[in-house]
């Protein structure tokens, strides 16, 4: 059965050329992912304007920052395989960094996890740099031989304090890490095994080459654009070029577990939940928050998770929604508003699967040992009740007294031991099932509380 989001190509097709129409631009590039699948793809106006050549989703666009999710990406590769830790000090991984300023602390403040989520007060760009001339220095051992000039500028966790220094760090932390050039570790351990084919940095092969947009500065006052300046090389904070199509395979994978097959070691689905995760409000409204490597907007109450980038010539956003599996790409060779874009497409594809229903599935059954567990269990001095229900494939403990309340249990080795799973007081604190000497369950310790299993009374 096909996806509910797949037939609504004319919806999309009309949004996109609006949006291009709308705000003048040159050209885009559009996608709608849902799950697996890239329900529909499209380009608007040109990819070049002198030759005439239309943009497409095989077009290359400079994707800039959204670059920062692959090396957010690769640093949790190497903290789940014990190689480095969030809360290292970056000093500990790049000892050059000692003669930074850090005028709020020591300079082991500025630490991996911080550095991620942009909350490090690490100034936002190498020593000297600056935009408009497009003076910017993108070689990380230039500008570590200059680390007296790198200088945390406000207090760590105050703040969002966006910092494309930060993520140029991050991409010689993980070389270091690692034992592998930056490129080749993403190319090898993200890219190769997502068949993300066209996705790659400067220099690109002739026949990526021969794909790619032309990026256009912003009009002012004609619609007789001008081609945008060559950016500076780039790398861990920005520099990778891709198209709709290997985007597209990027949020699928934001979907994946680790068993599905669609990215096997990669990631596993918990680090991947844990990237999607806010860890702290951007502004006041709590319209935005930041997690790891990825940022969150709320919009009619529905939690967007994107990156956007942006160079000279380009705009470019990737969205999805990790509960209904949807999301949208947005490539812009011209400066304009593409997170609205994406999430506009997005938000009609999550629409379409709401409308349609969830699927059905079959319940996987539960492990007979885990049988005689289910039941209810009273809460001493309080009064209340708990249900130990199998529920969609794990044992959850249920309060009919506050629907608000629920604990997931996850098995150890041991049997009748429990853990209790995120999102919790309790979590990740223990459950033990008690059973008397001929094996009956009669009571379980719950976290920091023994509650007594009750017995169901026969009529006879």
Known sequence: MGSPAG?????????????????????????????????WSGGVGYADRATRRAAAPETLFRIASITKTFTATAVMQLRDEGRLGLDDPAVA?????HASRSPFGPVESLTIRRMLSHES??????????WSRLVYEGEVERNLGRASEIATTVPPNTQWKYSNLAYQLLGEIMTRAAGVPYAEYVRARILDPLQMEATSFDPLSDALAARTATGYAARFVSDELEIAPEESIVWAEGGLWSSVDDLARWISFQFSAQTDGLAPAILART?????????????DAWTRAWGIGWYAVRRDDVIWVQHSGGLHGFI???CFEPKEKVGAVALLNGIGNAPELAMQLATIARGAVMDAGPLIEVPPPMPEEWRALLG????????NVLRLEWRDGKLTFLDPSDPEWSLTLAPTETPDLFTVER??????????????????????????????????????
């Open 7 to 39: 037939e609504l190509a004319e919806k999309y097709e009309a949004t996109a050329a609006a949006f291009v129409k709308e705000h003048r631009l040159p050209g885009a590039a559009a996608g709608v992912v849902h799950g697996e699948e890239l329900v």
């Open 93 to 97: 991984h790049l000892p050059e960094l």
């Open 121 to 130: 007060g690490l100034q936002s760009e190498p020593p000297g740099a600056d």
């Open 271 to 283: 680090t991947l939940d844990e990237m999607h995760r806010a860890r702290y409000l951007h502004d």
């Open 316 to 318: 470019t956003n990737v």
């Open 376 to 383: 209810l269990y009273l809460v001493p001095n309080f009064g």
């Open 423 to 460: 999102g919790v007081r309790e979590s990740g604190e223990r459950v033990r099932f008690d059973r008397n000497s001929d094996g009956r369950v009669v009571s379980v310790f719950l976290a920091a509380r023994t509650c007594v299993r009750l017995e169901s009374v026969s009529d006879g």
